[in-house]
């Protein structure tokens, strides 16, 4: 038998549902598709289109998943259904910035560890969320 994209697709859905434990009603209704579509792209009778690989994508991520989580799933529903993914390209870190960030929250005697990594943490989702918008903007252009 031939590999096409669409039975690559259909073979990386198929596994990645299965993974996380969503029926196919589940994973269509998540996805804004219907149940017809999922299994055609499941038998490999169909490949979806970006935007759908994309929502298909988005509907297999956990709702707690992190960007990282998030945007490997992406990257690995658009790769298998035949869309090529460049590497996503980080914004340039702002030393300045960033030293002046740590400098801030080291000098607040108020912070706990604790305090002190989630905005880390925030500081990170902002540089991936600015990241992933020039990524959405340079796709749409």
Known sequence: MTTTTATKFGAWLKDARAARGLSVNALAERAGVSNA?????ETGKLNPRKRTAEQIAAALAPDDASPQTKDALLRAALASAGYATAPLRELERDPVFDEGFEA???????LTDEDRENLRQEARDFYHFKAEQ????RGSA
């Open 104 to 110: 801030g929250y080291h000098a607040d005697d108020g």
């Open 37 to 41: 579509s999922i299994s055609k792209f």
């Open 134 to 137: 020039l990524r959405r903007q």
